[in-house]
């Protein structure tokens, strides 16, 4: 059984007189240990779609199943808190905490660690425990970047999904935080979904799911 | 992580934004505290100087005549009985009427008058028409000593004299009660009451009382003062004299003195429905406000400054958690993305504004103290000097009980204790709890999409 299964997922939205359809019965799975990248147009619903499986917007037409329970029945607050973590572009880090304190609020909600926890998943993904413990301001991009990865992971969840995650980074950052997802699907077994534009990040992946904008659906390439 | 300690890193590591908002919310609290200050001392002075002077409970008609000015028409005193037998009650003021009967004749008449006893009033006063000037016709006036003593002797205007067939030297009779009936609490009734005429006076104004005999269709005047004053008010308890009040009397401006401040509420409760319009009760009379008038006016400052500062604070505060709400939308956003549920993002609201209104309680409640004491010590300094030249109008018996300005500056004492701060942290609560009701609103509305916008 799939860890996330999409089933005949519609979405569409008022757009002047008429309605536009940006997803039209999409039907997908996510498996464990895989890492997919979503790519598209901007605007041909890539967000839309994370939002929905991230759980932070109901699905009204078709169903989103995690291990088998529709996200309505687990219910999306228990599942965002339990079974998802979220990385975002703009890193999305709360300006005036510590990297620490960002990933210790989250390891709060979901009852998953301590201080000594939290340095510990920093340290794995880079980021020492002087650095950890700097107001996130003061770290670079690429700092930002794994704060937010290591929050996401602070619930240890089956699931990372992340938006443009290297939109803001250089070259070189970008391509760590590439490696960082690969580990984390291949070695820790996560199912890490990206949404980008990057090609260099799209051709790293196990699996490029292309959107189309003007049916809404979606094509699936497999590169590993 | 506790939404307390989200709220307090918050609050920390935001020290330019907090620090304005913390002197926002302390200049705010600092006038309510003030205020609050002055106004629990003002109502401790009033409580203790209402417990030493008395409680004189005027029930009166606010009633007013175009053509009279105001008018203080007669309430039965059938119906004031049950009210000045309360429990409360230690003494009654009044002015009244009581109707004669005279057996022989089957006849009756009102005779209305006053309490205040003033000899030099029946020969000197000049003030016509509205004061009647009198001339003693046959007999001799009172004296002073038979006014002291409530001697069984009367001195009653011609027409009352021609209407009861009496001369100097007969004897009226008072009273004759209709049924048996006994005050409460008091000595038994005699049915009749007799007094000597000892002389009989003129008084041609009329403007004078009236004197009606309502159940014969007759009326006449009488300048009744000096037979009201002697006969029946100065000494000589109604009750005691053997007249019937509950039949016969008809009281003018009765003012209740109760022996609690605290029993006027109760006592109006009670009595409010049995006392119809236009007649209500007044809480002080005049002489009581004479020397509360300045604490009074200074709560009455207080009360208002409290209530509009709290109606500002609360709009003010609103207005800056939403403004700052605003610029967060992005935070919430990321908290519920990590799972957070309202609830948490709302006490952490909540623990930011608590942590700010605790600081601000410390140091309102400290300046606010500051700012009561030398606003009104002064003030109440001059006004009670003031207050003090008029002290000469007051009665000889509340002059008697009057506190000293001292005395009284000492009950108005400022002072930081606890009752004053719990008060002002319940008033911060329940400020700062309105002020956070529109931002939660505000927050119940975002979801959890706001973050990708």
Redesign the interface.
Known sequence: MALLEIENVSFTYPDGEGYRTILNQVNLEFNQGTFYTIVGASGSGK?TFL?LI?G??QVHDGSIRYNGKALSEIG???Y???HVG?V?QNF??????TGL?NV???????KTGNKATALKLLETLGIGATKAKR?VRRLSGGEQQRVAIA?AL??NPDIIIA?EPSGNLDGATETAIIGLFQRLAHDQGKCVIVVTHSEKVASNADVILRLHPTDGTFEKDILQ | ??AFH?AW??IL??PVKNGILLLVVVLLTTLMASALAIKIAGDRTLLDLQRRIGVNVEIAPERFDVMMGSVSPYISYARLEPIINDEHVVSLDYSFGFHFYEEQTQSSFLLMGTQSPDLGYFSTSTYAPFTPITNLISGRMLTQSEIENGDPVILLDESSAAILNVAVGDTVRMGGSYENWKAPGLDPFSAYFELTVIGIYQNGNPLSDIVELPALGLQGFSSNKLVDTQAIAWRMNMRKVGLNPAIQGIVRNPIIVLDDFEGVNALRERYAKTLQTPYKFNFLSEQVLAVLGPIGTLRQIANAVLSFTIAISIAVFTLIILLFLKERR??I?????????RR?IIAQIWAEVAIIGAFAIGLAGLAGQWAATVFSNELIRLQLIMAQSQKDTLPAHVLAKLPTPAEIAELYAIRLDVSYLLLLALIMVVTLSLATVLPIINILRQ???D??Q
């Open positions: 967000t939002t991230a932070m917007d999306l607050w228990t965002r808190r339990q979220m975002f999305n880090l709360i300006p005036y905490m304190e210790m609020v989250a390891m709060g909600i979901a107001s929050r602070a619930n938006d | 992580m506790s989200r890193l918050s590591r935001k992005k935070e956003g990321i908290y519920f993305a990590i799972g957070h549920q948490s979801s959890p999409k973050i990708l």
